[in-house]
């Protein structure tokens, strides 16, 4: 009798996971891990919500860490790609890379390595672009910027010019630190990332 019931569980397992369409993987930085939140407030959570709302037969698998630079998402990915074979990858990093003043050019290689290696095993992508504010320089905030739009343009993505578009710079919106999201912002970032996402699954 109990070898049947746990037959029975195993093909329920089974036809649960059938059931799902895939994977999208969200490899970011603080922002995506929603750091100084409840992770259940990020907008990476509220991902997840939706598509279970929707329909989308996804899971959303959150590889964010704190303080993530490109360089460092670019070593976790092969194994991130190998563990979850997802079929959409969210590339949220280089803002760290900003914050401390690193080479726009070393960015948009890792940025497009990213992008590559998740083609290559089979996976959609989505960049999310970053800004920075004006204080490091126009020469240096508009080097940054282009980044991302050149590496959509060169590896053909879809992307999100501005992630903290109605986010960044507005009161209520962010943290005390100025740089991280509040609980109240986490809706408008996955808002901003929904009409980019949504086609690719």
């Not at 989505?126 to 940054?144: K, S």
């Amino acid at each position: 009798m109990r070898a049947i019931w746990m037959s029975g569980a195993l093909t329920l397992m089974l036809w649960a996971q059938s059931a799902l369409a895939g994977t999208v993987l969200v490899v970011g930085d603080s922002i995506s891990a929603a750091l100084g939140l409840d992770t259940r407030e990020g907008w990476v959570f509220l991902l997840q919500k939706r598509l279970d709302e929707g329909g989308f037969q996804y899971r959303v698998v959150n590889a964010s860490i704190s303080g993530d630079t490109s360089a460092g998402g670019l070593s976790r990915l092969p194994a991130l790609l190998a563990q979850h074979s997802p079929q959409v990858v969210i590339i949220e990093l280089g803002g760290n890379d900003g914050l401390r003043g690193q080479a726009p050019a070393q960015l948009q290689q890792n940025l497009a390595s990213m992008a590559l290696k998740s083609r290559e095993a089979g996976a959609r992508v989505l960049l999310l672009g970053m800004q920075l504010p004006p204080n490091y320089g126009q020469r240096y905030t508009q080097a940054f910027a282009q980044v991302y739009k050149d590496v959509a343009s060169s590896q053909q993505l879809a992307w999100v010019p501005f992630f903290l578009e109605g986010v960044g710079g507005v009161p209520g919106m962010m943290q005390a630190d100025g740089i991280h999201p509040t609980t109240q912002a986490q809706q408008r970032l996955l808002d901003n990332v929904w009409p980019s996402l949504e086609p690719l699954l």
